[in-house]
């Protein structure tokens, strides 16, 4: 017998995988989701979804490019995982992610194709809207004067194109290299990490998903997950599913609190350290932390960034927590930036509106 038998469950409920089949659209997210849908659907240009590792950030780009509708969106979703990149290397990209099949090599040629591509879709009553997962990778002063000239095509009533970065807060940094882009975000929210309500209704979500339906953590170890997690959604998976482990050697139906402190004892988690191991995963799964270096050698076509593009039948595999994204955890918070204050109103009010049913 295994863990998974011992209570009753059909598959591991806390993976760390980002799958958006075990998606709990907690209040947090819900708010989040429903500001850059607002953003996408009035064409806004630039929208900037950030928060801290493991808040859930790529779990919600890929809910966000499912709930896109085929018939209304050009859509794609792009995963940076690699610094380096160049800003010619990354238009092309986008330029195949919005159909175009041969993207020029000449910088040129390849602009008035994604123009004419970009116009095209426009007459079809079609947005394009490109979403970028690590987006605080991109950070050279050309990459941004490229997605600034970008934001500066427009048809008479709305930009051709918009895009949504979706990153650690560092992002707005690197937007600050070409401070006209900067002020060109419409729209900015920040993922924060759930409430203890979210924490056990995310708890319980991923646990009903995963064929239980009996309770399996006492109030108590709840409690004690959401103060050791810090609301952290990653940490909460680490937490929860070593409980769950340590809860079958010990044979308790019923995982108590002090099941709690010891996992996290024994993961060395205190306080601080919780959103540092955020970073690596799962104990059982010790996780190299990703080196550039290792994806350059490894392997002759090696992808420096992963696509997960319509049609969406085969979603890309989670990566690895770079070492750069460890470093940028370190770092104190980055106080926002002042926002465009008019389009940030506007939003609120529409949202009210929306959220109040009106
Ligand atoms: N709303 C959510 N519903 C279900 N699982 C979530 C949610 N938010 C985060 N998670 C889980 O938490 C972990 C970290 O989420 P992830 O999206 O990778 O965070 P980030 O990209 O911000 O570092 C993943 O295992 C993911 O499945
Ligand atoms: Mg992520």
């Not at 992002?171 to 900067?182: H, K, R």
């Not at 993961?267 to 350059?296: H, N, R, Y």
Request: net charge negative.
């Amino acid at each position: 017998m295994n863990y998974l038998d011992f209570y009753k469950l059909n598959e591991e409920p806390f993976s760390s995988a980002p799958d958006i089949k075990f998606y709990y659209n907690s209040a947090q997210h819900s708010k989040a989701l429903v500001r850059l849908m607002y953003a996408v659907d009035s064409m806004k240009g630039l929208a900037l979804l950030i928060g801290d590792i493991g808040t859930g950030k790529t779990t919600l780009a890929r809910r966000m490019l499912d709930s896109l509708p085929e018939e209304e969106y050009e859509s794609a979703l792009l995963v940076i995982i690699h610094s380096g990149i160049t800003a010619d290397w990354l238009l092309r990209k986008i330029a195949m992610q919005l159909g175009i099949a041969e993207p020029s090599e000449n910088k040129i040629a390849l602009l008035s194709q994604l123009y004419e591509r970009l116009n095209e879709l426009y007459e079809q009553h079609k947005k394009a809207v490109v979403l970028i997962d690590e987006a605080q990778m991109l950070r050279t002063k050309e990459m941004m004067e490229e997605f600034r000239g970008l934001l500066n095509l427009e048809a008479p009533d709305r930009k051709l194109i918009t895009f949504v970065f979706f990153g650690l807060p560092e992002i707005e940094e690197n937007l600050l290299l070409d401070s006209p882009l900067a002020q060109r975000v419409a729209l900015k929210y920040r993922l924060e990490s759930f409430n203890y309500e979210s924490t056990e209704a995310y708890v319980k979500h991923r646990l009903g998903l995963a064929g239980s339906k009996d309770e399996i953590f006492a109030p108590e170890a709840v409690e004690k997950i959401h103060a050791y997690s810090k609301g952290i959604p990653r940490m909460i998976n680490i937490i929860s599913s070593n409980a769950l482990f340590e809860g079958f050697l010990v044979k308790a139906k019923i995982i108590e609190g002090k099941i709690i402190d010891s996992v996290v004892a024994d993961l060395g988690i205190t306080g601080e350290q919780a959103e540092q191991k955020a970073v690596t995963g799962p104990a059982e799964a010790v996780d190299e932390p990703f080196i550039v270096e290792s994806v350059q050698q490894g392997a002759v076509q090696a992808p420096v960034m992963q696509e997960v593009a319509q049609p969406r039948q085969k979603p890309a595999a989670s990566p690895q927590a770079p070492r750069q994204v460890q470093d940028a955890q370190r770092q104190a918070d980055i106080k926002p930036k002042p926002k465009k204050q008019e389009d940030q109103d506007e939003i609120d009010s529409i949202l009210d509106k929306l959220e109040k049913g009106g």
